[in-house]
């Protein structure tokens, strides 16, 4: 599967906006979903992620109850809406798919991801 993350941009401090990651090839709906983040100097981070169906996610605590992670399997598509963003959310954001079965526990580290998008930069500005 070939994916393709968009949506970044500079915002204040307090703003939103919402990513987007849209899919090619393989049957979308056989992929769980994550988004990562790496800021400048760091490693790259788990953000959130989504079951095959999108009944379940998951979340890294420094954005529950900002982000929010959903997909739509009939557009090949993910989205991440990210509302009350502060300037440590600065970082050029990944999206990943894994292959999973319908029952399989979300996956929250970089290695258990076997693809990955191209980022888009996100910039918050304080």
């Known amino acids: 599967v070939q994916l393709q993350a968009s949506g970044g941009g500079l915002v204040q401090a307090g703003g939103s906006l919402r990513l987007s990651c849209a899919a090619s090839?393989?049957?979308?709906?056989?992929?769980?979903m994550g988004w990562f983040r790496q800021a400048p100097g760091k490693e790259r981070e788990f953000v959130a992620a989504i079951s095959r169906g999108g009944g379940s996610t998951s979340y890294v605590d420094s954005v529950k109850g900002r982000f929010t992670i959903s997909r739509d399997n009939d557009k090949r598509s993910m989205y991440l809406q990210m509302n009350s963003l502060k300037p440590e959310d600065t970082a050029v954001y990944y999206c990943?798919?894994?292959?999973?079965?319908?029952?399989?526990?979300?996956?929250?580290?970089?290695?258990?991801?076997?693809?990955w998008g191209q980022g888009t930069q996100v910039t918050v500005s304080s």
């Open positions: 990943a798919a894994k292959r999973a079965i319908m029952t399989a526990p979300l996956a929250s580290h970089p290695e258990e991801y076997d693809y």
């Open positions: 090839g393989r049957s979308f709906n056989m992929f769980m």
